[in-house]
């Protein structure tokens, strides 16, 4: 028997730092324990980076884990998921997953569902004890090694801007497994969540191949700031003057917000298009039979 129309799947991509979060995960968290102030760390890693052209997200994770050693801090994965208990989110954001995912099923008539990811260059041992953790199917971000006593020793995940792509590859042919090759054709129509499923939210210039990407091939993308930032603001504008971006919005989750009400336009188009192609699946479906 023939497989029905299965592509009733909508994907919400997340950033994490600056589009749900204000402040990078590590400002939370690790820098706070082990003392350290945030504008110098950063400052020491990005001159680091450009010095010996180095990965900047391998530089970061390099001195946290030298840092830490320094001092002598054993920090464990249970440790980096404690921390996250400090993380604070932007206004609205705990109670956004529950509320989209219902004006989703009341606009399908529960035909079409939401999934929610995270693809973050930030570090998932962290991602993993945040509060909003059970909202997503996935979370990708840079990752650590942990040794035999469960002390992390070096990275053995690393997610730049560039390859954050390689996740919506994966999020968008259901081979979300990262041991899961990606490579091989996949035909359009095989693809559980073909890209004009997807919205990607992110807050500026790393997120532009993401962005670009998504929108390259149908699908949709957002830029939230933080209103307290002019500098932040006027990065969005310039992905929105460029096309990178369907809209931009200050990051407000909550309801009402001209972000709720801007992602409730991109998610009654999707829900329609959706609708669409499946009555368009079933039309001909019925006419196959008839033959």
Same mark, same amino acid.
């Given at each position: 028997?023939?497989?029905?129309?299965?592509?009733?799947?909508?994907?919400?991509?997340?950033?994490?730092?600056?589009?749900?979060?204000?402040?990078?995960?590590?400002?939370?968290?690790?820098?706070?324990?082990? +003392?350290?102030?945030?504008?110098?760390?950063?400052?020491?890693?990005?001159?680091?980076?450009?010095?010996?052209?180095?990965?900047?997200?391998?530089?970061?994770? @390099?001195?946290?884990?030298?840092?830490?050693?320094?001092?002598?801090?054993?920090?464990?994965?249970?440790?980096?998921?404690?921390?996250?208990?400090?993380?604070?989110?932007?206004?609205?954001?705990?109670?956004?997953?529950?509320?989209?995912?219902?004006?989703?099923?009341?606009?399908?008539?529960?035909?079409?569902?939401?999934?929610?990811?995270?693809?973050?260059?930030?570090? *998932?041992?962290?991602?993993?004890?945040?509060?909003?953790?059970?909202?997503? *199917?996935?979370?990708?971000?840079?990752?650590?090694?942990?040794?035999?006593?469960?002390?992390?020793?070096?990275?053995?995940?690393?997610?730049?801007?560039?390859? *954050?792509?390689?996740?919506?590859?994966?999020?968008?042919?259901?081979?979300?497994?990262?041991?899961?090759?990606?490579?091989?054709?996949?035909?359009?129509?095989?693809?559980?969540?073909?890209?004009?499923?997807?919205?990607?939210?992110?807050? +500026?210039?790393?997120?532009?191949?993401?962005?670009?990407?998504?929108?390259?091939?149908?699908?949709?993308?957002?830029?939230?700031?933080?209103?307290?930032?002019?500098?932040?603001? +006027?990065?969005?504008? *310039?992905?929105?003057?460029?096309?990178?971006?369907?809209?931009?919005?200050?990051?407000?989750?909550?309801?009402?917000?001209?972000?709720?009400?801007?992602?409730?336009?991109?998610?009654?188009?999707?829900?329609?298009?959706?609708?669409?192609? @499946?009555?368009?699946?079933?039309?001909?479906?019925?006419?196959?039979?008839? @033959?």
């Amino acid at each position: 028997m023939a497989q029905g129309f299965f592509q009733n799947a909508i994907a919400l991509v997340y950033d994490f730092d600056g589009t749900l979060s204000p402040q990078p995960m590590q400002e939370y968290t690790v820098l706070p324990r082990m +003392g350290i102030e945030p504008r110098d760390f950063w400052a020491r890693v990005n001159e680091e980076a450009k010095a010996t052209e180095s990965d900047m997200m391998l530089v970061y994770m @390099r001195h946290i884990l030298e840092s830490l050693d320094r001092q002598k801090i054993a920090v464990k994965r249970e440790d980096f998921a404690k921390m996250a208990g400090a993380i604070r989110y932007f206004p609205g954001v705990e109670g956004w997953f529950a509320r989209v995912n219902a004006y989703v099923r009341k606009r399908s008539g529960g035909k079409v569902k939401l999934h929610h990811y995270v693809i973050s260059a930030g570090q *998932k041992e962290i991602l993993d004890g945040v509060s909003i953790r059970l909202h997503f *199917k996935r979370i990708y971000a840079s990752e650590y090694h942990f040794n035999h006593h469960g002390v992390a020793t070096f990275p053995k995940l690393l997610v730049t801007d560039t390859l *954050k792509t390689q996740f919506l590859f994966r999020i968008n042919k259901g081979k979300e497994a990262v041991t899961e090759s990606i490579n091989e054709h996949m035909p359009e129509a095989e693809r559980p969540i073909p890209f004009q499923n997807i919205i990607y939210v992110g807050d +500026g210039m790393t997120d532009v191949p993401s962005m670009a990407l998504t929108k390259k091939n149908g699908g949709h993308s957002v830029a939230v700031y933080d209103e307290k930032k002019a500098r932040e603001k +006027g990065i969005c504008v *310039k992905l929105l003057e460029a096309g990178r971006v369907d809209y931009i919005a200050e990051a407000d989750y909550r309801k009402g917000s001209k972000l709720a009400r801007r992602m409730e336009l991109l998610l009654d188009a999707i829900v329609a298009d959706i609708a669409y192609r @499946r009555e368009a699946w079933e039309c001909r479906a019925e006419h196959r039979a008839a @033959r």
